[in-house]
């Protein structure tokens, strides 16, 4: 059991770019192999004397653009003609050996930018060098234009396929100069998907899609109950169901159980429904997830880690004319990509292939290699388009599935999970019990700030080892919990906690990781204290952000001020103070919330719902986001994450969560574990500040203000507060009214 | 087991298999239509949308023994260049992101438009909310929607 630290979520990137001496093709299938490349300078370029430029993304496309934006800063510092690159995805094999290909921590942008940057101005040097070399003339009266260098005086130009071969023997800068940034031609415009093509066609190759001669089709019972296993099966019915070949247990995910092997896909499904596997239920058959949540209350008496302290809290609690304190929960949710967890496995004597749709190639192979006792050099790990990762994918439970059943039968196989099977056997998003109080002096300012956060931490049960709790900094030397940590308000006195508390249920990275719930309760805390003291909610945060300054955390910087501007920008852009529209028999109200995402990307949203009089529903009609993510690469992706983002962060405010009764998740499909549809969807709106700052990234940003500005509009629409997720309108009409006066004391 | 002769795409293809197996793994197992997906398998997410003359449909609700008959189109048979309006409305938009979704969106789009050829908003929601988008593309697929409405030439029936 290891800590996911912050630092492995968000990575670096920065991988050494040495030259690659020789090629190794795809196995996949999908990459479609080249003619035999003449110019490789890097992992991350082929050019070939047929002129084809070929550029290789380093992370998993997995919705985020990532396969558009990756290959966009290398065409454009190489001065290749973008519409003719073709895009290659990255493999984990000899080629890309040290360079990091996982895709975590919205750390793409920020992790590959200086990197891949270099790589490509080193190449567009040496073509140019190459060129120069053949015409006798200087370098300097040369220029890359479009995949081919001309020769400014004379009008002379060579292509890069032209320069392929020659480029190949000249020496490498370096040094090479990079581009400056107004002269980009595709960094920081709007550029759309290259893959949208092969997707609305049909032709995009996810996991499930890899066929393979001779595969086989594999589903498995897993063992339903949390930590329980399997006694026995009688494969007997399952091997009557035509097409069925072969029943074997399976110990290698997280929850073992008994595959069905078959010729195709239906016959494993009608195989696994006739088996009758008995289990033993182990230790928790009793969990409930309701009980758990009310133990996570109990346990806020606990001390818990130190993460923030400055000043002296408590007293100034004790000591504040007015005090406030309020409790929120955060529930289990699962990642419920569309595509199910799935993996193809090929392993062979002494060799393994796999073909999967992973945020995690690196864990892949090792993890794929350790089980067979074999190099992770002999392991190929072929990443596919992602139907969705959210985090779900940074696990390898299911590719280590599909490598022990393919080892035992000795042929390759495909092994899929079902809905129900994902549902039900995810790394949750893991739950948490947020406790705030606030000391507000009698000028109405919150002086004592107490935040308690109280849950499963990021490991898989969500417990640190004895050893890391020796160390009363463990969480905090890596930032977290995130939200909690890197909390960007101003109090004289602050403390900010966790206890960290195990569940038996596994949980893992979820979109946005750890500010979901942090960020839940400090945004909708400073909109009671908003409310109590009668100040606007973005006047308020305004305040607690004075004077912009920046705030030093040590492993982060909050620059205050860039939080302000897009506070500012975002009750420009949303009318803030204007009157809503008003419709007969709804209430309509507007909430705002901010925040960080690690240091480097700031967001502020409005959100705008109705609700009907009698609190019988609730409606999200416009969600307005003003952003700055420092340099934006791709604006358009920016929205699009955005768009996404909030889409997620609603379905966790007014959908569906996980329960477990008896030791088991309850919810099947998409039918009782309700996300967010057309019919619900808001417009959003989407504001950029362009900064001139490094990238941020941008993947999970949008997600964390989502929950606190729609409860804050709820607020200011039925004076009603609602503090743990889902809202529903059970709960807007069993909620008291917290204060009658709240309503007019601001305007939205 | 078996065999049966189905229409799809225009061919006449015939595969042997069992009765109650659902034409979503015919296409995807027997016949190498991947494109369209499988989401949930019982109905509820939309991924798996085809077309039984002409209209939408979810291949995972529907068994070989009843698809005799019957035409069916797939995402790889609206237009395999990618060249139905929907398809280029959705390029145009940048709509896609995991890309997963979408096949079946598109092809609910196409039947929606078959039968309006200028749906209304909430006719389009009425529509499309019954397919999951877990990243959230709504908004450009209801954009999208409209764009292909305003230049579709009537698809033909399949």
């Known amino acids: 059991m290891t800590v996911t630290r912050r630092a492995f979520l968000r990575g670096t990137g920065r991988a050494a770019l040495g030259l690659t001496v020789g090629f190794r093709f795809d196995l996949s299938g999908f990459a479609a192999a080249a003619a035999a490349p003449e110019f490789a300078p890097n992992a991350f370029i082929r050019i070939g004397s047929d002129n084809v430029v070929r550029l290789w993304a380093i992370r998993s496309e997995m919705g985020q653009g990532v396969r558009t934006l990756l290959p966009m800063v290398l065409a454009d510092e190489l001065e290749a003609d973008w519409e003719k690159v073709v895009i290659e995805q990255a493999q984990m094999g000899a080629r890309f050996k040290g360079i990091r290909l996982r895709t975590s921590g919205s750390g793409s942008a920020a992790g590959t930018w200086a990197p891949l940057r270099k790589a490509a101005a080193t190449a567009r040097e040496m073509l140019i060098s190459a060129a120069a070399d053949q015409w006798q003339v200087d ?80 589903v498995i019972a897993r063992c339903p109950y949390l930590g329980g296993r399997l006694v026995s099966c009688d494969p007997t019915p399952a091997l009557k169901i035509s097409g069925v070949k072969n029943i074997i247990p399976v110990r290698s995910g997280f929850s073992g159980g008994v595959a069905v092997v078959a010729t195709n896909t239906w016959a494993a499904l009608k195989g696994r429904d006739a088996l009758q596997p008995v289990w033993d239920k182990g230790p928790n058959a009793g969990f409930d997830s309701e009980k758990f949540m009310s133990d996570l209350e109990q346990s806020l008496s606990q001390p818990g880690f130190a993460i923030r302290r400055s000043g002296n809290a408590q007293t100034a609690l004790a000591e504040s004319p007015v005090k406030l304190e309020a409790i929120y929960e955060y529930p289990y949710q699962a990642h419920a990509p569309l595509e199910t967890m799935n993996c193809t496995a090929d392993v062979r004597a002494g060799s393994c292939d796999i073909w999967v749709p992973t945020q995690a190639p690196e864990a892949s192979q090792q993890e794929a290699a350790k089980l067979l006792g074999i190099s992770p050099d002999a392991v190929q790990v072929n990443v596919t388009m992602l139907g969705g990762g959210f985090g779900r994918r940074l696990q390898v439970d299911y590719v280590l599935e599909a490598v022990e059943i393919s080892k035992a039968i000795g042929k390759p196989v495909q092994v899929l999970w079902t809905r129900d099977d994902d549902m039900k056997h995810g790394f949750f998003q893991s739950p948490k019990i947020e406790q705030v109080q606030a000391g507000i002096d009698a000028s109405g300012k919150p002086v004592a700030w107490l935040h308690k956060s109280c849950g499963p931490d990021l490991s898989v049960l969500g417990l640190p080892t004895e050893q890391e709790r020796k160390n009363p900094n463990f969480y905090s030397d890596d930032g977290m919990p995130w939200g909690l940590f890197d909390n960007p308000y101003n109090f004289p006195h602050h403390a900010g906690d966790f206890v960290p508390v195990q569940s038996p249920v596994p949980t893992g990275p979820w979109r946005a990781v750890m500010y979901p719930s942090t960020v839940f309760a400090r945004e909708s805390f400073l909109d009671e204290i908003a409310h109590a003291s009668k100040v606007d909610p973005i006047e308020l945060r305004l305040r607690l952000l004075a004077p912009g300054d920046v705030l030093d955390l040590k492993s982060q910087k909050i620059n205050r001020a860039r939080l302000m501007a897009v506070l500012r920008l975002v009750s420009e852009k949303s009318r803030w103070t204007s009157p809503l529209q008003q419709e007969t028999g709804r209430l309509w109200g507007r909430g705002v919330a901010c925040n960080v995402y690690s240091e480097d990307c700031y967001i502020a949203q409005v959100a705008e719902v109705s609700v009907r009089k009698a609190l019988s529903d609730i409606k999200v009609h416009r969600i307005v986001s003003a952003v700055d993510c420092g340099f934006a690469l791709n604006p358009l992706g920016i929205e699009g ?71 804050n509009a709820i607020f200011a629409a039925t004076g009603k507060r609602i503090r743990r997720l889902p809202i529903t309108a059970e709960k807007m009409q069993n909620a008291s009214a917290v204060s009658s006066t709240a309503k007019e004391s601001f305007s939205g | 087991m078996p065999q049966y002769s189905l229409h799809i795409n225009g061919k006449l293809q015939k595969v042997i298999a069992e009765p109650d197996t659902p034409l979503l793994w015919i296409l995807r197992d027997e016949l190498e239509l991947c494109g369209t997906k499988y989401g949930c398998g019982v109905g509820v997410c939309g991924a798996c949308t085809v077309h039984e003359n002409g209209a939408a449909v979810r291949a995972c609700q529907i068994a070989i023994s009843s698809a005799a008959d019957k035409r069916f189109t797939t995402i790889e048979g609206l237009s395999s260049a990618g060249e139905h309006p929907c398809q280029t409305a959705w390029v145009e938009q940048d709509v896609a992101q995991c890309g997963f979704c979408q096949p079946g969106m598109i092809m609910e789009a196409a039947a929606l438009l078959n039968r309006r050829p200028n749906p209304s908003d909430t006719e389009i929601d009425e529509v499309m909310s019954q397919h999951v988008c877990r990243c959230g593309t709504y908004q450009r697929i209801r954009k999208a929607i409209h764009h292909a409405a305003n230049r579709a030439p009537e698809e033909k029936s399949t």
């Open chain 1, 139 to 218: 370098t300097s009266t040369c220029r890359a234009q479009s995949s081919t260098v001309v020769h400014v005086p004379s009008g002379r130009k060579l292509t890069y396929g032209q320069l392929a071969t020659a480029a190949s023997k000249v020496s490498v800068p370096a040094k090479p100069r990079l581009k400056d940034v107004k002269d980009f031609r595709l960094v920081g415009k709007p550029v759309k998907r290259r893959d949208a093509l092969a997707i609305v066609s049909g032709s995009a190759v996810y996991g499930l899609d890899v066929k393979l001669p001779g595969t086989l089709h594999a």
């Open chain 1, 641 to 711: 994450q955005t768009e996404s983002a909030i889409a997620w962060g609603i379905s966790a405010t007014l959908g569906g969560k996980i329960h477990f009764k008896n030791g088991q998740a309850q919810e099947r499909s998409f039918a009782d574990f309700k996300v967010l549809r057309m019919d619900q969807s808001p417009l959003v709106e989407t504001h950029i500040l362009q900064g001139s700052e490094m990238p941020g990234g941008f993947g999970e940003t949008a997600v964390p203000p989502v929950a606190p500005a729609i409860a």
